[in-house]
């Protein structure tokens, strides 16, 4: 099982950003996805999860400002981040849950498989 994000970056404040995660997981379009950040000296965050009916879920402090998507062609989710913020700034991760035809969550313990993580730095 491998998740590899992509697409983070240095942006200034309000901009937009698209991030990527290629997903080498078996079943992957009944699989939920998610994303995750972590700041300096914060816990995780969860910020969307979608299921395998393209279901989606998200932490309050992006909803209205981030969309999850999935390409199952691709075997790909996206999280695409608008009017970005210098609190945005953190590493974000890509997650899947292991077994197939669950309902999205934001709880972190949920997902077997993470990614390496991608840095997105937002500047004032």
């Known amino acids: 099982v491998q998740l590899e994000e992509s697409g983070g970056g240095l942006v200034q404040h309000g901009a937009s950003l698209r991030l990527s995660c290629k997903a080498s997981?078996?079943?992957?379009?009944?699989?939920?996805l998610g994303w995750f950040r972590q700041a300096p000296g914060k816990d995780r965050e969860f910020l969307a999860s979608?299921?395998?009916?393209?279901?989606?879920r998200y932490g309050w402090t992006v909803e209205g400002r981030f969309a999850i998507s999935r390409d199952n062609a691709k075997n790909t989710v996206y999280l695409q981040m608008n009017s970005l913020k210098s609190e945005d700034t953190a590493v974000y991760y890509c997650?899947?849950?292991?077994?197939?035809?669950?309902?999205?969550?934001?709880?972190?313990?949920?997902?077997?498989?993470w990614g390496r993580g991608t840095q997105v730095t937002v500047s004032s």
């Open positions: 997981i078996s079943s992957f379009s009944s699989k939920v």
């Open positions: 997650a899947a849950r292991s077994l197939k035809y669950l309902g999205p969550s934001d709880d972190s313990a949920d997902y077997a498989s």
């Open positions: 979608i299921d395998w009916r393209d279901v989606s």
